[in-house]
């Protein structure tokens, strides 16, 4: 008995349906990346993805290293001192997370954005970087358990962000910043480095 072949009109029908599907999920995968950096600013304005460029990144890691190298946290056990905890907070493709555990740091990157985390979390695979990532509104993070934050300023929650830094990170703890500044917070916040674009800022000992 011969097998039924579906009639012509379904094939093309199961075709249509598995492009679809390709199209729409890649075009998802790629929107953070290619599809809304391509689109005009003049016509929509703020885009929602950009990272810090690789040479960005390691400057930042350069400076954040010298000032630990001439700061080291105290140690007051006969250990060997832990690796010191970096988050990136929003951390996009991933990269900065990735640098930072090549450079000794025991990094995690928190980010909402999912295609985002699923692409940083292959990408780690690939580099066989030991960092994690997790799915979480970074306002949802507990800074204090951080030694060096990262971020590029993600500028709608940065006034937001202020009072979270200053309550929040430890004495002596780090928080970079790539492309923008924390005004106004001289009282908490010292300058402890600064190169191009980047600045790296330490927690005063000073609470109000
Ligand atoms: C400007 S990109 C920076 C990416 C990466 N940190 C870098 O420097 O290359 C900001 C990232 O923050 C993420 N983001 C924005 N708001 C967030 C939030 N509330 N919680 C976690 N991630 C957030 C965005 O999805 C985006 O990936």
Same mark, same amino acid.
């Given at each position: 008995?011969?097998?039924q ?15 679809t599907a390709?199209t729409?999920?890649?075009?998802l995968?790629l929107?953070?990346?290619i599809?809304t950096?391509?689109?005009?600013r003049?016509?929509?304005g703020?885009?929602?993805?950009q990272?810090?460029?690789?040479k960005?990144i ?18 007051p056990t006969? !250990? ?11 951390s #996009?493709? #991933?990269?900065a ?12 990157g928190?980010e909402i954005?999912?295609?985002l ?8 695979v690939?580099s066989r ?6 799915s ?5 993070l ?6 060096v !934050?990262?971020?590029? #300023?993600?500028?709608p929650?940065?006034e937001?962000?202020?009072?979270? !830094?200053i309550?929040e990170?430890?004495?002596? #703890?780090l928080?970079?910043?790539y ?6 917070m001289?009282?908490h ?5 600064r ?6 800022y330490?927690?005063?000992s000073?609470?109000?």
């Open positions: 008995m011969e097998a072949q579906p009639p012509p009109q379904s094939k093309s029908k199961y075709l249509f349906y598995g492009l390709v729409v999920s890649s075009t995968f929107l953070p990346f599809v950096p391509a689109l005009p003049k016509l929509y703020a885009l929602p993805y990272n810090t460029p690789s960005h390691k400057t930042a890691l350069k400076l954040i290293n010298n000032r630990i190298a001439t700061n080291p946290p105290p140690n006969s !250990l060997p001192p832990k690796k010191l905890k970096f988050v990136d907070l929003g #996009g493709a #991933g990269e997370t990735i640098l930072a555990s090549f450079s000794n740091f025991d990094a995690l928190v954005n999912p295609s985390l699923l692409y940083s979390r292959a990408a780690s690939v970087s030991p960092c994690r990532f997790k979480l509104n970074l306002i949802n507990p800074f204090q358990d951080y030694d !934050l990262f971020m590029f #300023g993600v500028k929650l940065i937001q962000l202020k009072p979270k !830094l309550s990170v430890r004495i002596g #703890g928080v970079c910043l492309r923008f500044k924390l005004t106004s001289d009282e916040f010292e300058v402890v480095g190169e191009g674009e980047v600045t790296i330490e927690r005063t000073k609470r109000t």
